[in-house]
């Protein structure tokens, strides 16, 4: 037979002619304790503006209320979080009187490398990829993150410790743009901020590469690793058959 092929009826693809493609020369661990990073308050839109979320994540932690990010803002009381939940990928978005829940559907936390992208088009028009391919959309609650004072990676943007998250997390953007799922998957490819910049269309808000340390790309708000969040060799990848 040939190596390579998927054959019918239950026979194993070995995958001898798939190596491995490397997007990051490493990543930030998170060990589900009390690690995060912080931003510290970075601000990324006004209301009814276009903004995107761009990452990749590794994780196998399934214990519900887990965040990716979570951002909230005082003066307005709006509040963005990203985070699993009963086996379900969430986005929650509140003004302070009103609030949605994003639910993207079952998401298996199986321990392999993922992309993760959340699209905002005018405030509201929500869509979520994963590995480039569109997951769902959404009608969210208009938000003003302009005078945002806590943003924070890998727990809620309180840095309540029941909702930290066990993962490897690398080539986190945030963006000024409602990005399509050319960049979005244009994006999954880059391996530096420089091609960053060309697939995804624009200069980004803020871009952590967190390969080397927790500086913003952008010179925008670099972050803080805290507690023991620590930079490591695990390098993010793209899945098996990505073209």
């Known amino acids: 037979p040939d190596i390579g092929h998927v054959y019918p009826k239950g026979d194993v693809d070995i995958r001898f002619d798939t190596t491995p493609m490397f997007v990051s020369e490493g990543s ?16 990324f839109t006004t209301s009814s503006a276009n903004y995107s979320f761009t990452c990749w994540v590794k994780s196998s932690d399934s214990t519900a209320d887990k965040r990716i990010f979570g951002v909230h803002s005082s003066t307005s009381s709006d509040r963005i979080n990203l985070y699993w939940s009963s086996a379900s990928l969430r986005t929650y978005t509140s003004d302070g009187s009103s609030a949605n829940t994003f639910t993207v559907g079952d ?37 003003d993150m302009s005078a945002c004072d806590s943003f924070i990676v890998g727990a809620a943007y309180d840095e309540n410790v029941g909702t930290t998250l066990a993962a490897n997390i690398c080539h986190f953007g945030v963006w000024h ?7 979005v998957r244009a994006l999954m490819t880059a391996t530096t901020y420089a091609e960053a910049i060309t697939k995804g269309g624009s200069t980004p808000r803020a871009y952590y590469l967190l390969e080397a340390d927790a500086d913003d790309s952008v010179g925008i708000q670099d972050g803080t690793l805290t507690n023991d969040a620590a930079i490591v060799g695990e390098r993010a990848r793209l899945p098996n058959g990505y073209d």
């Open 28 to 43: 930030m661990f998170l060990d589900g304790v009390d690690d995060l990073l912080n931003l510290d308050g970075l601000t």
């Open 107 to 143: 998401v298996g936390l199986d321990g392999v490398w993922h992309h993760f992208a959340l699209t905002v088009g005018s405030g509201t028009a929500a869509k979520f990829y994963i590995d480039g391919q569109l997951v769902g959309t959404d009608t969210q609650i208009n938000i």
């Open 177 to 183: 743009d409602d990005l399509d799922q050319a960049q």
